[in-house]
């Protein structure tokens, strides 16, 4: 077999098409290459899986582990995590998780299928060897600073002494960090005294962070939440002018009453 040119990271991390359609042909062989391109097939174990078959490197696994606890691992085709993440990325994946139809689009751009039960068994072995190195990529920090979305609500009010959400307010917050652990500590550090629950807030991410498309989004939530303050201030107004129309109405009943009772006695 003719010696193969490596994999390089670094025209998929420019967003190289072709060298992503590479990496994910590879990946769609029972026994990859692997990023080097020097892996053969007796490098493998291959297994039956579900569905179809399956094979990993020998010694990328437990051989005394129940087999499918396993999990997919790069590693375990001859890949590091962020080589399939920039590949998928490059062919229009998107999101904090990699779905089927995210692989059936990208096999269709490896092989022109569209149809078809070679697109279908395709697109399941590339789902199940794509979906932790997707997520490990993400959360291990090797991509560098990523956009962290979480969701947060301002604290509960209280009414009659009982827990009321009924005016509580949600807001989409972004940060620029490496990883979920990072953007954590910035919450907490900057957030605690303006949001109801800390701990419970939830992370995703799944590009690269840009500081000036985090501090746009961030600035159009800011936007947002002044336009709905602006509301509820008018709706302060409204009430106010109400509450003044009982007082005039009430001091006028009052007088009236007063002054019927003088003129009766």
Not at 32 to 56: E, F, S
Not at 79 to 99: D, M, Q, R, T, V
Not at 176 to 190: I, P, S
Request: aromatic letters at 8%; proline letters at 3%.
């Amino acid at each position: 077999m003719p010696k193969l040119r490596p994999i390089n990271l670094q025209l998929l991390k420019s967003g190289d098409r072709g060298e992503s359609i590479r990496v994910l042909k590879d990946l769609l062989i029972l026994t990859p290459r692997g990023k080097n391109q020097n892996l053969r097939a007796t490098d493998y174990i291959k297994v039956n899986d579900h569905p179809g078959k399956d094979a990993y490197i020998r010694g990328t696994l437990d051989e005394n582990a129940q087999y499918y606890h396993r999990e997919y691992k790069a590693e375990e085709y001859g890949y590091a995590a962020e080589y399939i993440y920039f590949a998928l990325k490059n062919l229009g994946a998107s999101g904090p998780h990699i779905s089927e139809w995210d692989c059936r689009e990208a096999v269709s751009a490896v092989t022109g299928q569209y149809r078809g039960a070679k697109v279908t068994r395709g697109c399941r072995r590339l789902a199940r060897r794509a979906q932790h190195a997707w997520k490990h990529a993400i959360s291990s920090g090797v991509l560098g600073d990523m956009t962290w979305e979480c969701q947060v609500e301002t604290p509960v009010i209280k009414k009659n002494n009982q827990r009321y959400g009924g005016h509580q307010q949600s807001a989409d917050i972004r940060f620029a960090a490496k990883t979920k652990q990072e953007a954590e500590v910035m919450l907490a550090t900057m957030f605690t005294h303006a949001i109801a629950d800390l701990h419970g807030t939830r992370f995703s991410a799944w590009k690269v962070a840009e500081p000036a498309v985090v501090m746009m989004k961030n600035l159009e939530e800011v936007e947002g939440l002044r336009q709905r303050r602006m509301q509820i201030q008018e709706e302060i107004n409204r009430l106010n002018r109400h509450m003044e129309n009982i007082e005039t109405l009430e001091e006028a009943i009052t007088m009236y009453s007063a002054t019927a009772l003088t003129e009766d006695t």
